[in-house]
């Protein structure tokens, strides 16, 4: 498995990063933090665009480690020779060429390192969707289409990596929707490891494999996406949810809504026709539920209209001033529930109670 080992420092005036750690180049990896915390420094780093940086880079695979960067042995790869794609918050097309004409120029700045899956300029044309446009100057483009004409533009590149900043920023909520849905199929249909920075939590959760989590120039959590959202949901450092990844089980179109499978036991959400289309493949969905949406009862509701009801023990019992986090763990799943203390009296809850907790439909969380 490839691998980015980074070991660097770059210090701005009253601004430091100092990383020392190894991503893995498999799938996509998040990167995740507050403003002017070093995502896109980070990021600039791995281009070879940031002047001020000591230490070492390297790309690591089965068959060699590339070394990027050694500032003590005076080795600089420069930029254009990383093979690295990068994707910014703005487009950065060429406003006096076509749409094909900047795909083209892409094109020429392949590396042909992909000899095992050469790309086709067609295919990533249909893949990125961008068929209809190929004759219009960039400038007649919404931001939406812009954005899929800089991500096919660096795939043509042939990229070993591909950086995206924040590339979802400046658009609505629908085109974050298809460029979300399109990154996804692109990375898994070509094998490209992205490195993917956003200031917002639930566009990588619905992207990522792994969370990098950066605080003040430095990484304060690495790991798997729903480990890591969980991890800073107990420590309190984000709004308390559960991170899901679930597997359609039936859809229930005339209600409206869609079974996800856990365990022997089912969630409801929404139905949802993006995920509908896509049933028969045994679709893996990714959700939040906030965990002030969840309530907890000590018998399973019988006559309710709140569809989602689960039986889970409390494993954790964390008191915050009025409130209570509770940690239930359902068929392997844990769910954090956010409850007053004084509910938490009143029920008599302790850790290793069994319990049911409850929720709506509609607070299962999708952006898809």
Same mark, same amino acid.
């Given at each position: 498995m490839a691998d980015l080992s980074i070991n660097v420092m770059v210090e701005h005036d009253d601004f430091l990063l100092s990383i020392n750690e190894k991503i893995s180049l498999t799938g996509i990896t998040g990167i995740f933090g507050h403003s002017g915390s070093g995502k896109s420094t980070l990021l600039k780093v791995i281009a070879g665009l940031e002047k001020h940086v000591q230490g070492q880079?390297?790309?690591?695979d089965s068959?060699? %480690? @590339?070394?990027?960067? @050694?500032?003590? %042995? $005076? $080795?600089?790869?420069?930029p254009q020779q990383r093979n690295i794609g990068l994707v910014f918050q703005n487009s950065r097309l060429f406003p006096h060429l076509t749409v094909e004409e900047n795909l083209r120029y892409g094109q020429t700045r392949r590396k042909n390192t992909l000899v095992? $899956?050469?790309? @086709?300029? @067609?295919?990533?044309i249909a893949l990125t969707k961008l068929d209809n446009l190929l004759s219009k100057s960039v400038e007649q483009l919404s931001g939406g289409e812009q954005q899929r004409v800089a991500l096919a533009r660096a795939i043509l590149a042939e990229p070993r990596l591909l950086l995206l900043d924040e590339p979802l920023s400046a658009l609505d909520d629908k085109n974050k929707i298809l460029m979300l849905t399109l990154l996804t199929k692109v990375q898994k249909q070509l094998n490209l490891p992205m490195l993917y920075v956003s200031h917002s939590l639930a566009e990588i959760q619905q992207l990522a494999n792994n969370l990098l989590v950066l605080s003040s120039g430095e990484i304060t959590h690495y790991g798997d996406i729903h480990q890591v959202i969980h991890q800073l949901t107990t420590n309190n450092e984000i709004l308390h949810q559960t991170s899901l990844s679930l597997t359609v089980k039936e859809h229930l179109a005339e209600y409206g809504l869609t079974s996800l499978a856990l365990g022997e036991q089912q969630i409801l959400m929404p139905f949802n026709r993006q995920v509908e289309s896509d049933a028969n493949a045994n679709t893996n969905v990714r959700c939040i539920i906030a965990a002030s949406d969840i309530s907890v009862t000590l018998h399973e509701p019988s006559e309710s209209s709140?569809?989602?009801?689960?039986?889970?023990?409390?494993?954790?019992f964390e008191p915050c001033q009025s409130q209570v986090l509770l940690t239930v763990n359902c068929s392997g799943q844990d769910f954090f529930v956010d409850i007053t203390a004084w509910s938490a009296k009143r029920l008599s809850l302790i850790v290793e109670q069994e319990v049911f907790i409850q929720f709506k439909a509609n607070s299962v969380r999708t952006l898809r």
């Open positions: 880079l390297v790309i690591n068959l060699a %480690a @590339d070394l990027l960067l @050694d500032s003590e %042995a $005076k $080795k600089i790869v420069a095992n $899956k050469p790309l @086709d300029f @067609d295919e990533i709140i569809v989602n009801h689960l039986q889970g023990t409390i494993t954790s």
